[in-house]
């Protein structure tokens, strides 16, 4: 019986109701996450061949792909080292010169398959042309029938492929599905479609001339041009970022109906003289995105709102005003990081800055709470405090054990979330329902691409901190190979000397197959290697109770070097601290290279961030030399995204984005845009 789904819309359909699909073919299919007509059509070929004029034997060219067509006239397989190894070898031949075709591994099925007189289409690359031979080639039978001319004389569209289905196999399949289906393809959004000029860049202004989205769908597959194919993944693009935008906006729309805001922009009793005890004079960037914050916080609806600004811009002063707003409105705060030393300096500093003002600062991460009841309401009411916490209000800083723990937070009238990226989007969600509707303000340090941004952070408000503190050291990056580290840790020496502090930073805890250094195997090296300085050893492996002590003794400079895994990555801040020195700085993303490097640079001294590498591939040594050449947050994370994809930047947080299947988050910023725009514009004509 069909689903109602499947009356709805054809291409709901299984793909079984593709001619030449059965029971088997349906199980090959689902390996590639085929299951609907819709799945087929949308299986975006991964390369395309021109069949239209095919090169001759004789013109291949060494080492450039293509496709050639001929005749076997020699097939067969050969033994070598005494019969335990097979190779499969044919020579085919197209009337100007032979080819030798060659698998170093022979398969029981090649004898039946390359059978001498057959046509063939071989798609390779030859590395050697005496004779010419290609190595492992794709090959493609040619068989006479009906449907040829959906096989050459065209450009032809190679999908990815199972074993047990070629390529001639699944471009039949997707053509029978066009022939029946491609008429109930229909415009989801009611986008208009259009001929147009065609070309691959954005207009300049106004809706893109792409195509209907049927055209768009039979164009991925069987191009006339292969111009036509970028043309029509845009539009198939614009499709999947339309869809998630409604979702965002939709949510966003739906939340703005339900949520009324709790009025919180403060009346400055607080905010005035902690800034004048502050010891530093804010920044414009940083009063401007307190403007925007102060608003949002009077506003009839709650807070949503992201705080962008590169390592040791400031954020945590942003985040105490913000504070101070809601408690001065007599609301209290909850802070949150992600990690415990993290949270353990927000404690330090708040309380240093807010308990002078009559702010109550408490504290709950996994391992510790200030004060059993401090505040806190248990869900089930036991140890509940009589409700009189009002006035004073008070600020609860702690890890994301503030979400997993049974309490809340009575009059919660704002949440901030320190480091957002180290947390999932769904946690964010989370966090938030625990109140009645607090204003939220998320701060992140890893500069998010605008595409990103849009994508993942659709339904936040964006405020950026685009200018650091006046009066920073410069910080120098430089990449040295590891025969250099004798001298390096001698320039360290120096500089302890000194009297400055230093992070060393390897990438495992423990050692294991990788080969990657492991700052407990290195402890005691670094110990005698230094002497008389004094080492302290960070990861995430270390009771917490250690941790903190390390990490007082660090900032007191007790401890002059901290030997640590990227565990110090986010938000540490020790002004004294001025050598970051990071080993198989390979193993690292970008961004995470450039956080670790904010951990210096934040006094008045010159600091030296020292990357170890003996990376000798081009593009890997490339790709570190962006560190070198600049420190701007944002240049960086848009060459960690071009170079590593989405989910390496992200981290955790690639939970929150789906997967797509034509969009291309690095270069579709504008097709981003221009799916917001639509997605807001259906959104508010729903009702
Ligand atoms: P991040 O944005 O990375 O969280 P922090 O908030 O940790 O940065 O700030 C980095 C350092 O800069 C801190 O020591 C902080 O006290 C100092 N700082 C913040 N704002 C200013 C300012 N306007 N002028 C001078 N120093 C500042
Ligand atoms: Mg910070």
Known sequence: MPSPESQANPLAAPVTSVWGVGEERARLLARLEIFTVEDLLLHKPRRYEDRRKFLTIRELKLNEPATVRGQIIAAGRKNFRKGTRSMFECVLDDGTAHLY????????????????????????????????????????????????????????????????????????????????????????????????????????????????????????????????????????????????????????????????????????????????????????????????????????????????????????????????????????????????????????????????????????????????????KREDGKGARPSTLHPPSSIFIGTHALLTTGFTIPRLGLVIIDEQHKFGVAQREQFVRKGNYPHLLVMTATPIPRTLGLTLYGDLDLSTIDEMPAGRGVVKTFIRASDKLPKVWDFLRQKLAAGRQAYVVYPRVEENADGLKAVTKEFDTLKKNLTPFRVGLLHGRIKAADKEAVMADFHANRVNVLLATSLIEVGVDVANATVMLIENAEAFGLAQLHQLRGRIGRGAHESFCILISDVK????????????????????????????GPGELLGQQQSGLPRFRFGALVNDLWLVRQARDIAVSIVAAKD
């Open 101 to 376: 075709l060659r698998w170093w591994q022979a398969q029981p099925w090649m004898e039946d398959y390359y059978v001498t007189g057959r046509e063939f289409l071989a798609f390779g690359k030859t590395d050697s042309l005496r004779p010419r031979t290609f190595e492992h080639p794709e090959t493609e039978f040619i068989e006479p029938g009906d449907d040829e001319f959906i096989h050459v004389n065209r450009i032809v569209p190679i999908h990815p492929l199972t074993e047990g289905l070629n390529a001639r196999a699944m471009r039949g399949l997707v053509w029978r599905a066009l022939e029946k289906y491609g008429g109930a393809i229909t415009e989801p959004f009611g986008v208009p479609p259009s001929g147009g000029p065609r070309a691959g860049e954005p207009p300049k202004g106004g809706t893109p001339n792409l195509p209907g989205r049927a055209n768009a769908v039979r164009m991925i597959h069987f191009p006339e041009e292969l111009t036509d194919v970028e043309f029509a993944r845009q539009r198939l693009a614009l499709d999947e970022f339309v869809e998630l935008q409604i979702q965002i906006q939709s949510r966003r729309k739906k939340f703005e109906a339900s949520a009324k805001a709790l009025p919180c922009s403060g009346d400055n009793h607080l905010i005035k003289p902690f800034l004048a005890q502050l010891g530093f004079k804010l920044t414009t960037a940083q009063t401007k995105v307190l403007r925007e914050i102060r608003a949002d916080m009077g506003s009839a609806h709650p807070m949503r709102r992201l705080l962008q600004g590169d390592v040791g811009s400031g954020k945590t002063a942003v985040a105490a005003c913000t504070a101070l707003m809601a408690l001065e409105s007599g609301y209290n705060v909850a802070l949150m990081a992600p990690t415990e030393i993290l949270a353990e300096q927000h404690f330090r500093n708040f309380t240093r800055w807010l308990e002078p003002l009559g702010v109550k600062v408490e504290m709950q991460t996994g391992s510790k709470k200030t004060d059993e009841n401090g505040g806190w």
């Open 617 to 644: 591939k081009p593009d890997s040594l490339e790709r570190l030399k962006v560190l070198e050449e600049t420190t701007d947050g944002f240049r960086i994370a848009e060459a960690d995204l071009k170079l590593r």
